[in-house]
């Protein structure tokens, strides 16, 4: 350890110190030209703006948020499983908990646990790491504590598998066989199990509704499933079930933040192709102006 730390003094050293013949700079003027000031910039607004929409959130939680057909479906699911009297089977991705797919798909479990146990519909929910078991039997508990019939939860819900992969994929692959569930909801990160998964569900017949980041997985989904919550919607999902303040104002954040990136992009080419168009203008703008589009197009890069 204390090698690293010397090691890590005599890099900094090394980056602090200026070339030769260089003029001598500044550890504040190093600090914001190497680490952008645009980024400095937007990472406060950010924070600024998701600190906001948090308190607007707490005092409004009906904050609206587009409905995805992915998250209306999972509503749909869980009806024509209570319709035909067979399960609900949820998938929260093979992951550990440390990974924040799967801390996000317990959430989306909480409210289908609600759910289910509000209609009296059987619930599977097939698990694939160890670690993860005592957090969905939680989150089932919690679920039906909120549907107001604690004494509905039975041990047997939650089920562990196997932390093996394809292990752990057969497991599920016989519940969708044996036990035929009218609803697969398949939310988390998922891998290579992802199409067995989903076409054993398709075969079935199963409605099937899927949601993950892993984009590599999502032609998968996208092709075996009959609604995917893609990427960014998958987060989604989680503000709107859930409702939760800080879900909220983060998503609104993120959104109202693209928008003004967008903004900043489209000021951006307008002053340079404007520029470019009318080259005589060029020598009356003031050098300010040029500034003004160096810290655009630092913006852009960024």
Known sequence: ?????????????????????????????????????????????????M???????????NMYIRPLAGITAIEEAIGRATEMGRPVLYVPGIDNVNNIQTIYSMVILEHVAKTVAKYGTPLIVSVGQAFVTPMAEETVKQGFTNAGVPDAYRPGIVRYQSDEQFAFTAATNGIILRERPAANLLMGSFYAESLLLAETGFM?????????????????????????????EFYAATAYLSREPSLLGTIKAQDYFKVMILLVL??????????????????????????????????LQF
């Open 204 to 232: 079935a017949k199963s409605i099937q509704v899927a949601g993950t980041a892993n984009v590599h997985q999502l032609p998968f989904f996208v092709v075996a499933c009959d609604y995917t919550l893609i990427g960014e």
């Open 266 to 299: 489209a000021l951006g080419f307008g002053l340079e192709t404007f520029k470019q168009l009318l080259p005589a203008i060029g020598s009356v703008i003031p050098a300010s102006s040029d500034g003004a589009h160096s810290f655009l197009f630092d913006w």
């Open 51 to 61: 600190l906001v929409l948090i308190r607007v959130a707490r005092a409004r939680p």
């Open 1 to 49: 350890m204390l090698l690293l730390c010397f090691a890590a003094a005599a890099l900094a050293e090394e980056a602090a110190a200026p070339a030769p013949g260089a003029a001598a700079q500044s550890p504040w003027v190093w600090w914001i030209f190497d680490f952008k000031l645009p980024i400095l910039v937007s990472l406060l607004l950010f924070s600024a703006m």
